[in-house]
């Protein structure tokens, strides 16, 4: 199926905060109480409508293990969204948010756009971490916050079609450049190369040819 724009994300944060069950409730719209821990990277993908444009968004799904922390680097580069994952239950996983934050910051495009996910909003009695807490993290940082629940889907969707939206309207405003796939963000066969908000037509650019 053609797209207008690919946009590649990673999901990072601590082992065992539910980033691989995240990624299977938006690809799959199913959740997996039990998942073997991600060895290096897994992948996802799903296409979604933004402004009328089919976007086809590439999820890299990253291990939590300081083991893994190197091949995880190498993936912050060509990514146009991050998904920053701690468990709201466990507040050991939302203390090492800043490491994390860091690390996505000195190897990503400065443009990257991150958002805040506090997971497992389902097991409210087992909470640790307020959502107020987790707000005042992403206002500081600079980034969209949202909590989430993998198991019963709450907010999934919304986490990473808004991460699109805002990656979306960057490319609007000229912030991203387009042309240049080391930002994570690829021209599909629906978008004019001359003119990123016409459509192509055909996926070859021919010269003198009138709308």
């Not at 083991?67 to 998904?83: D, K, Q, V």
């Not at 707000?135 to 909590?147: Q, V, Y």
Request: glycine residues 8%; charged residues 25%; proline residues 3%.
């Amino acid at each position: 199926m053609s797209y207008a724009y690919l946009f590649k994300y990673i999901i990072i944060g601590d082992t065992g905060v539910g980033k691989s069950c995240l990624l299977l409730q938006f690809t799959d719209k199913r959740f997996q109480p039990v998942h073997d821990l991600t060895i290096g990277v897994e992948f996802g993908a799903r296409m979604i409508t933004i402004d009328q444009k089919q976007i086809k968004l590439q999820i890299w799904d990253t291990a939590g293990q300081e083991a893994f922390r190197s091949i995880t680097r190498s993936y912050y580069r060509g990514a146009a969204g991050a998904l920053l994952v701690y468990d709201i239950t466990r507040r050991d996983t939302f203390n090492h948010l800043t490491t994390w934050l860091e690390d996505a910051r000195q190897h990503s495009n400065s443009n990257m756009v991150i958002m805040l996910i506090g997971n497992k909003s389902d097991l409210e009695a087992k909470r640790e971490v307020k959502r107020e807490e987790g707000e005042a993290f992403a206002r500081e940082h600079n980034l969209i916050f949202m909590e989430t629940s993998a198991k019963t889907a709450a907010n999934v969707e919304d986490a990473f079609i808004n991460t699109a939206k805002e990656i979306y309207e960057k490319i609007q405003e000229g912030v991203f450049d387009i042309n240049n796939e080391a930002n994570g963000i690829k021209i599909g066969p629906q978008i004019s190369p001359t003119n990123p908000n016409l459509p192509a037509g055909n996926s070859r650019p021919q010269s003198g040819s009138c709308c």
